[in-house]
């Protein structure tokens, strides 16, 4: 069932007409294809993606200007969470990543002439985009002040040099959108600049496709990519000048919790599977349902759906107040990454083997949502960040005020 949040009307509205389109239009296709052990095809997309258009849910969060519905990230985020209830409901809608951050960093920074080429085209879903951050051992992953790749200037080029891994999109993609350190004197957090490379620049060599356990369903791989002396007109900076990591922070803050939006409708699809099934399926002469053990864990699973979605509204009104709200965007992040793989597997749990199985969607739902406790930013990370946070403003009169710490 679905809780009541202080969501706008337009919110509410986005989100009854992207639940109905996602039950009636996509989730069938999944069954047929993803769950047939079928290929999703781009064909596929498309038509999903018309569809979503003449319903009205199409990019919600882009601007009419470049093609979206122009709503604002707290009215959108209704749209997300509903998509997330399907894994092909994010592509179908266009609040897919890595091209819905892709869209916002360009929409916030992008030039006139970087938004005709890139941004239309995306928002049209005429082109795929990638994000290119981190990098193998040596080089920036968790601490992203180790980052390696290099930018030089060459007269009215740049030329970038290194090497980059987990690219999501990658080999699909049209665009990379590349973090490169510009200026090596300096701390990397004002040193290092975005770059837009079209993916067929000579010296872009996709060297594979990292294997990995399952997807999310539709055809993205995560590249491991060599830049060598790859060339860029100067035009091609995206914002400022060693500003990459404050634009790379004003893209991660919203996209970290587009996630948690994301991710919340896939922790609500897992927890609706199981209520069919407990309700239908009988052992010991009652209906699973009534079992108090397993009505208990379902209680506790909806009750720590909704203070995900909470913590998502707190921090999206936050951000949309102009806030970076970094601590808040933190909890967000590693509560929900932790909360939605505990209720996929509290719903698999009541399903029997037929969790494991493929007839059901949630084998694919807890392999997609296991990678949510790395993607932009593990778990400790942002624990890091929140501790540093509280820590800062400790009051030492707590324990002045203690008589035997005096003495
Ligand atoms: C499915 C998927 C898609 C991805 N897509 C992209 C993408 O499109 N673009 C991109 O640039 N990157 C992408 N990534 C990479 C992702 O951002 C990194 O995995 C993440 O930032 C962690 O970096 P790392 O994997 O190098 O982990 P490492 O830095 O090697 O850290 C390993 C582990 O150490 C622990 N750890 C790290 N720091 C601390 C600390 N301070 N205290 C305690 N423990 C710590 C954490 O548990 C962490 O998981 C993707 C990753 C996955 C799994």
């Given amino acids: 069932m679905s809780r ?12 009854n007409r992207t639940r109905e389109f996602i039950r009636q239009e ?30 009205g849910v199409y ?22 969470e509903q998509a997330g209830q399907s894994l092909l409901g994010p592509p179908s809608i266009r609040v897919d990543g890595p091209d819905e951050g892709n869209m916002h960093t360009l929409e916030m920074a992008g030039t006139e002439t970087q938004k005709d080429r890139w941004l239309r085209p995306l928002v049209d879903g005429k082109i795929r985009s990638a994000f290119s ?14 980052i390696q790749t290099t930018a030089e200037k060459d007269g009215d080029e740049w030329i970038i040099n290194g090497h980059k891994w987990w690219t999501s999109q990658g080999t699909e993609s049209d665009v990379l959108f590349v973090m490169a350190r510009t200026d090596l004197e300096a701390h990397p957090y004002e040193g290092c600049s975005f770059f837009i490379v079209p993916t067929e620049t000579p010296g872009v060599e996709i060297q594979r496709d990292v294997p990995h356990m399952s997807g999310n369903g539709w055809g993205v791989s995560h590249a491991e990519i060599i830049y060598d002396n790859v060339r860029i007109p100067e035009s091609n900076l995206l914002g400022e000048r060693d500003e990459g990591f404050s634009l790379a922070q004003q893209r991660l803050g919203p996209a970290r919790l587009t996630h948690c939006m994301r991710f919340s409708g896939t922790a609500e699809r897992a927890l609706e599977t199981a209520k069919a099934y407990v309700a239908e399926r009988r052992s010991f002469g009652e209906p699973l349902a009534d079992k108090q053990v397993i009505r208990h864990e379902l209680a506790d ?27 808040e965007v933190s909890m ?25 199985g493929r007839d059901l969607p949630l084998s694919y739902l807890y392999e997609n949502a296991r990678v949510f406790r790395f993607v932009d930013g593990a778990d400790e990370v942002h624990r890091r960040t929140i501790a540093k946070d509280i820590m800062d403003d400790y009051d030492p009169a707590m324990i002045d005020t203690v008589t035997r710490f005096q003495q």
Avoid: W
């Fill in 4 to 15: 009541t949040y202080d969501d706008s009307d337009q919110a509410v509205e986005l989100a």
């Fill in 26 to 55: 996509v989730i069938p296709v999944e069954q047929e294809l993803l769950l047939g052990g079928n290929e999703v095809s781009q064909e596929v997309i498309d038509d999903l993606r018309d569809k979503a258009r003449d319903t």
């Fill in 59 to 80: 990019a919600p969060q882009v601007s009419e200007e470049y093609g979206g519905l122009g709503l604002s990230f707290r009215d959108a985020m209704t749209a997300y």
């Fill in 133 to 146: 951050m981190t990098e193998p051992m040596q080089g920036g992953g968790s601490d992203p002040k180790m």
């Fill in 301 to 327: 699973a909806e009750t720590k759906l909704h203070a995900v979605r909470t913590m998502v509204r707190n921090a999206a009104s936050r951000i949309a107040d102009g806030e970076e709200a970094r601590t």
């Fill in 332 to 356: 967000c992040k590693v509560f929900a990454a932790n909360t939605v793989n505990e209720i996929v597997d509290t719903a698999m749990q009541y399903c029997g083997a037929n969790a494991i």
